[in-house]
């Protein structure tokens, strides 16, 4: 392949560890289960140390902030955006990381429900947002279109990864310091990392061409090359925008299902092995690590088989692991439910990957900030799903229903996948 700029890959690396920090969301089943208890009578009740101060909470309590923190996200993406296509990145992430700092340092210290609401939903999902829009577009304006899965999967794996060494680190941090600790501690190395990875953020300048790759017959890349740049409003005017918005909502909130109860899916399988029971956190980490191989590896095949049908491969597979996942949980069989939650945070990497190149390829790169921001937004109303699973295992002790109605929305959104277009014309 043609050479790039150095910068080229500064811009990626340095997107890569924004999201490392803003994917601190991935690892929310490890503060949920310390503030969710499996005895429903201790809800509303005081937590003893290192956590005084604190109330236990019911499930879909545990679940709220980590749903408004998702929504919020998905819609300042949209402003986020605008801020990254007009003044560029380092403004957006600046501004993100410092938000989520603060959104962290205040759920640590008001030690209560409202103050898991307002600091990690509401200024959390604000940072997230406002981060999340900086990164990727700055990366992929230096790069072909025939590597845009690719770039797009390296940046975005840092915010799937994030969960890799957050689970972990956060299980330590309130173990050792609980909650308040856990919260302040992450908040202040996010503001740190954040800010400084966020000034290496630079679109390349005017007139610049992405050097484009060798074509070697059979070899050469097959993905569609963006030849047009079509603004926010006229995007809004083409049906295939609400499809890939929806195609959004049904991936991600499959995801985003096993997101939210990964630690505690795995402490109720692995009650009659006590490692794992006792760590249930290795769950999370490991979503993580596939998360992230699941944004690189699907962007990179999408590149080669086309994006949707990257999507629908790794939806239909995903379908069938959540309709087993309640018999897997019977079972207790620990390896199996690595291997079905594996295969289901790649499909939801994969998604993370595949959307922005798809919406950089039918609407092209110059307006990717807003463009994606808005179709962004299904990802934000896919938290729905675990929302009301969280209300299902209050009023029923377990997550069956939930998964199967996850599966039908999957395969839905696989079957719409199958009649996209690229607009022709706007």
Same mark, same amino acid.
């Given at each position: 392949?043609?050479?790039?700029?150095?910068?080229?890959?500064?811009?990626?690396? $340095?997107?890569?560890?924004?999201?490392?920090?803003?994917?601190?969301?991935?690892?929310?089943?490890?503060?949920?289960?310390?503030?969710?208890?499996?005895?429903? +009578?201790?809800?509303?009740?005081?937590?003893?140390?290192?956590?005084? #101060?604190?109330?236990?909470? +019911?499930?879909?309590?545990? *679940?709220?902030?980590?749903?408004?923190?998702?929504? *919020?996200?998905?819609?300042?993406?949209?402003?986020?955006?605008?801020?990254?296509?007009?003044?560029?990145?380092?403004?957006?992430? *600046?501004?993100?990381?410092?938000?989520?700092?603060?959104?962290?340092?205040?759920?640590?210290?008001?030690?209560?429900?409202?103050?898991?609401?307002?600091?990690?939903?509401?200024?959390?999902?604000?940072?997230?947002?406002?981060?999340?829009?900086?990164?990727?577009?700055?990366?992929?304006?230096?790069?072909?279109?025939?590597?845009?899965?690719?770039?797009?999967?390296?940046?975005?794996?840092?915010?799937?990864?994030?969960?890799?060494?957050?689970?972990?680190?956060?299980?330590?941090?309130?173990?050792?310091?609980?909650?308040?600790?856990?919260?302040?501690?992450?908040?202040?190395?996010?503001?740190?990392?954040?800010?400084?990875?966020?000034?290496?953020?630079?679109?390349?300048?005017? #007139?610049?061409?992405?050097?484009?790759?060798?074509?070697?017959?059979?070899?050469?890349?097959?993905?569609?090359?963006?030849?047009?740049?079509?603004?926010?409003?006229?995007?809004?005017?083409?049906?295939?925008?609400?499809?890939?918005?929806?195609?959004?909502?049904?991936?991600?909130?499959?995801?985003?299902?096993?997101?939210?109860? $990964?630690?505690?899916?795995?402490?109720?399988?692995?009650?009659?092995?006590?490692?794992?029971?006792?760590?249930?956190?290795?769950?999370?980490?490991?979503?993580?690590?596939?998360?992230?191989?699941?944004?690189?590896?699907?962007?990179?095949?999408?590149?080669?088989?086309?994006?949707?049908?990257?999507?629908?491969?790794?939806?239909?597979?995903?379908?069938?692991?959540?309709?087993?996942?309640?018999?897997?949980?019977?079972?207790?069989?620990?390896?199996?439910?690595?291997?079905?939650?594996?295969?289901?945070?790649?499909?939801?990497?994969?998604?993370?990957?595949?959307?922005?190149?798809?919406?950089?390829?039918?609407?092209?790169?110059?307006?990717?900030?807003?463009?994606?921001?808005?179709?962004?937004?299904?990802?934000?109303?896919?938290?729905?799903?675990?929302?009301?699973?969280?209300?299902?295992?209050?009023?029923?002790?377990?997550?069956?229903?939930?998964?199967?109605?996850?599966?039908?929305?999957?395969? *839905?959104?696989?079957?719409? +996948?199958?009649?996209?277009?690229?607009?022709?014309?706007?």
């Amino acid at each position: 392949m043609a050479a790039v700029p150095a910068r080229a890959w500064v811009v990626t690396g $340095a997107g890569t560890a924004v999201n490392l920090c803003l994917g601190i969301l991935y690892g929310w089943s490890v503060w949920k289960k310390a503030l969710v208890p499996k005895d429903t +009578s201790l809800y509303g009740t005081p937590m003893p140390a290192p956590n005084e #101060g604190w109330t236990y909470l +019911s499930d879909a309590e545990g *679940t709220w902030a980590y749903a408004i923190c998702g929504f *919020t996200f998905a819609l300042f993406m949209i402003p986020g955006g605008r801020i990254q296509d007009k003044f560029g990145p380092k403004i957006g992430a *600046t501004l993100g990381g410092l938000c989520l700092a603060l959104g962290c340092i205040i759920a640590g210290l008001m030690k209560s429900y409202l103050g898991l609401v307002i600091g990690f939903g509401l200024l959390g999902g604000i940072g997230m947002g406002l981060g999340y829009a900086a990164a990727t577009p700055a990366a992929v304006k230096w790069f072909h279109s025939s590597r845009r899965g690719l770039i797009v999967g390296l940046v975005v794996a840092g915010y799937g990864a994030a969960a890799l060494y957050i689970a972990p680190l956060a299980e330590f941090l309130i173990g050792r310091y609980g909650l308040t600790g856990s919260f302040v501690g992450l908040g202040m190395l996010f503001a740190v990392v954040v800010v400084v990875a966020g000034q290496l953020l630079k679109p390349p300048p005017a #007139g610049y061409v992405a050097p484009a790759p060798e074509t070697r017959g059979a070899d050469a890349p097959r993905s569609p090359v963006a030849t047009i740049d079509i603004p926010a409003r006229q995007m809004l005017q083409t049906w295939q925008f609400y499809a890939l918005v929806f195609l959004f909502i049904g991936s991600a909130q499959s995801g985003l299902l096993v997101i939210a109860n $990964a630690a505690k899916l795995l402490e109720q399988t692995a009650e009659s092995t006590s490692f794992f029971a006792a760590n249930a956190w290795l769950l999370a980490a490991f979503g993580g690590f596939v998360n992230a191989a699941g944004r690189i590896g699907t962007g990179r095949y999408s590149d080669r088989i086309g994006r949707l049908n990257a999507y629908a491969i790794n939806g239909f597979v995903s379908a069938v692991c959540l309709v087993i996942v309640p018999w897997v949980i019977a079972t207790q069989n620990v390896l199996l439910l690595f291997v079905v939650i594996g295969v289901m945070f790649w499909q939801y990497g994969g998604t993370l990957a595949v959307m922005p190149a798809t919406t950089a390829d039918y609407y092209g790169p110059k307006n990717l900030g807003l463009n994606y921001g808005l179709v962004f937004v299904g990802w934000g109303v896919a938290f729905f799903v675990p929302q009301i699973a969280g209300y299902i295992k209050d009023a029923t002790g377990r997550l069956d229903e939930a998964f199967y109605m996850s599966a039908g929305l999957l395969v *839905t959104a696989v079957l719409v +996948s199958r009649i996209i277009r690229k607009p022709e014309s706007v």
